[in-house]
């Protein structure tokens, strides 16, 4: 009886010294410009506490985790032939705790939506070299469907800058190449902000913030429109959350991924 006394002294008394910790701060502060805040304001909304990762790479305790190395249920592939039209059970391989593209059953596309984002995607591409340029392991990262991130081996490998890894494809160059050998694990670890519209009016460009295992290769860049080969496009209106693709580009051989995880940001 005593030590349940003791315990529940303690809970409140850990309780009050935190609740103490955020009331902590200063009203007789400036407002802070363009915000509602005095600096150090005791009454600001304080951040919810998220459980990191184990190991960096892991997905924190907030996160969407569309890939974990088990299955594909977070996924589906839009029909083909008889089944045109309909959405269909992701058929790519999974195996040894990542998916393989398998080519021709097309893009993989995620069943949630998502808009502005923090999201982690680890790669692989096929160990010994065939192809050249695009034709050499070529997949890509598509945040709504429409913006791609090219995938490809470019470890001394060229290809024209804007459709290298870590390239916003067709617009915008990696800052650096940091490839890995075919055959190691890479990783993209992407901060996007959608366009926003106004009617069918484009009022503020996507912009993307790009690390290529752990090296920042776009910084914060406004994206010119919707991905495509060979020519500018401009912004379509589309929803504010639409879902996530991975490319079947099926002129090289297979990419492999693993570990995927998205979090939701707020404006
Ligand atoms: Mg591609």
Same mark, same amino acid.
Not at 185 to 204: A, L, N, R
């Given at each position: 009886?005593?030590?349940?006394?003791?315990?529940?002294?303690? $809970?409140?008394?850990?309780?009050?010294?935190?609740?103490?910790?955020? +009331?902590?701060? #200063?009203?007789?502060?400036?407002?802070?410009?363009?915000?509602?805040?005095?600096?150090?304001?005791?009454? +600001?909304?304080?951040?919810?506490?998220?459980?990191?990762?184990?190991?960096?790479?892991?997905?924190?305790?907030?996160?969407?985790?569309?890939?974990?190395?088990?299955?594909?249920?977070?996924?589906?592939?839009?029909?083909?032939?008889?089944?045109?039209?309909?959405?269909?059970?992701? &058929?790519?391989?999974?195996?040894?705790? #990542?998916?393989?593209?398998?080519?021709?059953?097309?893009?993989?596309?995620?069943?949630? &939506?998502?808009?502005?984002?923090?999201?982690?995607? /680890?790669?692989?591409?096929?160990?010994?070299?065939?192809?050249?340029?695009?034709?050499?392991?070529?997949?890509?990262?598509?945040?709504?469907?429409?913006?791609?991130?090219?995938? $490809?081996?470019?470890?001394?490998?060229?290809?024209?800058?804007?459709?290298?890894?870590?390239?916003? #494809?067709?617009?915008?160059?990696?800052?650096?190449?940091?490839?890995?050998?075919?055959? /190691?694990?890479?990783?993209?670890?992407?901060?996007? /902000?959608?366009?926003?519209?106004?009617?069918?009016?484009?009022?503020?460009?996507?912009?993307?913030?790009?690390?290529?295992?752990?090296?920042?290769?776009?910084?914060?860049?406004?994206?010119?429109?919707?991905?495509?080969?060979?020519?500018?496009?401009?912004?379509?209106?589309?929803?504010?959350?639409?879902?996530?693709?991975?490319?079947?580009?099926?002129?090289?051989?297979?990419?492999?991924? +693993?570990?995927?995880?998205?979090?939701?940001?707020?404006?």
């Amino acid at each position: 009886m005593r030590i349940r006394i003791i315990q529940a002294f303690l $809970l409140v008394a850990t309780g009050l010294v935190a609740q103490q910790t955020h +009331r902590d701060g #200063y009203k007789d502060t400036p407002i802070l410009p363009n915000q509602q805040w005095h600096v150090h304001d005791p009454d +600001r909304p304080y951040p919810p506490d998220v459980t990191p990762g184990a190991t960096p790479g892991e997905p924190p305790g907030d996160a969407i985790v569309l890939f974990d190395g088990k299955d594909l249920s977070q996924w589906t592939q839009r029909g083909r032939g008889v089944d045109r039209g309909k959405m269909l059970d992701a &058929k790519w391989k999974v195996t040894g705790g #990542y998916m393989e593209i398998v080519h021709g059953t097309g893009d993989l596309i995620s069943r949630q &939506k998502f808009g502005n984002c923090q999201l982690h995607v /680890e790669w692989q591409e096929p160990e010994g070299i065939q192809g050249e340029s695009q034709e050499r392991g070529n997949s890509g990262v598509y945040i709504m469907s429409r913006y791609e991130i090219q995938v $490809l081996d470019n470890y001394h490998s060229a290809t024209y800058a804007d459709g290298m890894a870590g390239a916003i #494809y067709g617009q915008w160059p990696p800052l650096v190449n940091p490839s890995r050998k075919p055959g /190691e694990w890479q990783t993209y670890d992407v901060v996007f /902000e959608g366009p926003k519209f106004d009617g069918d009016k484009v009022v503020s460009p996507a912009y993307e913030t790009l690390f290529f295992n752990g090296v920042l290769v776009q910084n914060h860049r406004a994206l010119n429109g919707p991905t495509e080969y060979k020519v500018v496009l401009p912004y379509k209106r589309h929803d504010p959350e639409e879902p996530l693709m991975l490319q079947d580009h099926s002129s090289s051989r297979p990419v492999k991924y +693993r570990n995927i995880w998205i979090r939701k940001l707020a404006e």
